[in-house]
């Protein structure tokens, strides 16, 4: 397991290395995402937050994953396609992956070590769970699918102040 944020990488939807090296300095939200999803209208609201605060360090990355539900059963193109077309997503989707499990993705693994869910619980419940990361790679927050992005809005403020 990697030791720092900075030591993670993913594969983004082409299959080509994102390495998080490059999001020393950032504010990171992380959201694992579906298409097919009660909570799927929560694109909008991440979207309305990357373009409100990406010139002041704000990074949004969103992991599709079909775990929950088979809601997000497109290939990784489909993926990016709906995204666009309904809600404008201009932030990085990256290659669909597994979030829990043994093929859970290494970033998940790491997120999900440095902040438990609600009593403890280590996994990840459902689509559109949120992990902040300060711009020193700490994992300062993690957020239910129920909690809408907007509602992050003062904390990334406060974060990207600082």
Known sequence: MSTSFYDLECQDKKGEIFKFDQLRGKVVLIVNVASKCGFTPQYKELE?????????????????????????PGSDEQITEFCQLNYGVTFP????????????????????????GLLGFKGIKWNFEKFLVDFNGNVVQRFSSLTKPSSLDQEIQSLLSK
């Open 48 to 72: 309305e937050l990357y373009k409100k605060y990406q010139d002041k360090g704000l990074v949004v990355l969103g992991f599709p994953c079909n775990q929950f539900g088979k809601q997000e």
């Open 93 to 116: 989707i990256m290659k669909k992956i597994d979030v829990n499990g043994n093929n859970a993705d290494p970033v998940y693994n790491y997120l999900k070590s440095q902040k438990a």
